[in-house]
């Protein structure tokens, strides 16, 4: 089952990480490399081993230090490390983490952008702190706003604008435009996690995400499209299809008033997996809450 925060737990996550972005630049790309030189955290690169881990943050003989793991694709200066280092510095920045290294818990490896798939509500809570300090909100809202192209599309511009992957990306988007409905990850072997927009499970009640089986996908849908893409590169074709409601959510009546047509969006991210954007066919502005 994917992990889910309190809204007022998330509130406090996402208000400290605007604040630690604010503290390092006001307009432009955030530097997690640059948080750390001005905390007098270091960050060293190493190989730890394929599925052992993305980052670790240690505290040494009174050091801070951030571990990142080479094997798992975080080369410095790469889309992957950015995050990587966003995510220790969650658990660096979010009081009840630090607190726990501080009284001498053991460290111990994060897998960075996992978010609903995390193993712990920690994990989640560190992603949470990484996409926003990375997509501080007046930022991203102001250039989702000048966009104007579909939901998945507009993503990619995004994550482009703020060196950002696309699972991150498209959750601080689903926060801010009114046309996405839901948005769904896939692993290579199976489906991972999704997430409902709140204007969408709480006023239109699209509350039970049905599509949760590969087999069960249909042979022309966007998504099946993305993952029959090679796993190789990232820059792949963003797919584009129209599915009803009542096929996407469970107690939603075929040919009633909630089936309404649904864009259904995918891309493949590499060997990440596929992400798929649902959203309205029409809908009000990008930015506008429904």
Not at 1 to 13: D, V
Not at 144 to 162: D, G, M, S, V, W
Not at 185 to 191: E, P, S, V
Not at 256 to 264: A, M, N, V, W, Y
């Amino acid at each position: 089952m994917s992990l889910k925060l309190q809204r007022s737990r998330e509130a406090e996550i996402l208000e400290l990480s605007n604040d630690v972005a604010d503290e390092d630049c006001r307009t432009g790309r955030v530097s997690p490399a640059r948080i750390c030189n001005a905390k007098d955290i270091k960050v060293a690169h190493n190989s730890y081993g394929i599925g052992r881990f993305d980052g670790m943050l240690v505290l040494s003989e009174g050091q801070w230090v951030i571990l990142c793991n080479l094997d798992t694709g975080n080369s410095p200066g790469s889309t992957r490390e950015r995050f990587t280092i966003a995510h220790e510095l969650g658990h660096y920045h979010i009081p009840e983490h630090r607190k726990q290294l501080l009284a001498g818990c053991r460290s111990h490896g994060s897998y960075a952008g996992a978010f609903d798939g995390a193993d712990s509500s920690e994990e989640l809570e560190a992603d949470t702190f990484a996409a926003n300090l990375l997509m501080p909100v007046d930022r991203f809202v102001r250039k989702l706003n000048y966009l104007r192209q579909t939901p998945l599309a507009t993503i990619r511009a995004l994550r482009q604008e703020f060196d950002t992957s696309w699972e991150s990306t498209a959750i601080q988007a689903m926060r801010h435009d009114a046309r996405i409905i839901t948005i769904a990850k896939w692993k290579n072997d199976g489906f991972a996690w999704h997430r409902i927009s709140e204007p969408a499970f709480k006023a239109d009640g699209f509350r039970k995400f049905q599509l949760r089986d590969m087999a069960a996908l249909p042979r022309d849908s966007a998504t099946a499209a993305a993952l029959s893409d090679a796993d190789t590169g990232n820059d792949h074709r963003i797919h584009e299809g129209v599915l009803t409601a009542a096929h996407c959510f469970g107690w939603v009546a075929a040919g009633g008033k909630r089936d309404i047509l649904i864009r259904e969006e995918a891309v493949r991210n590499g060997r990440f997996g596929v992400l798929s954007v649902f959203s309205t066919l029409e809908s009000p502005q990008n930015g506008t809450k429904r």
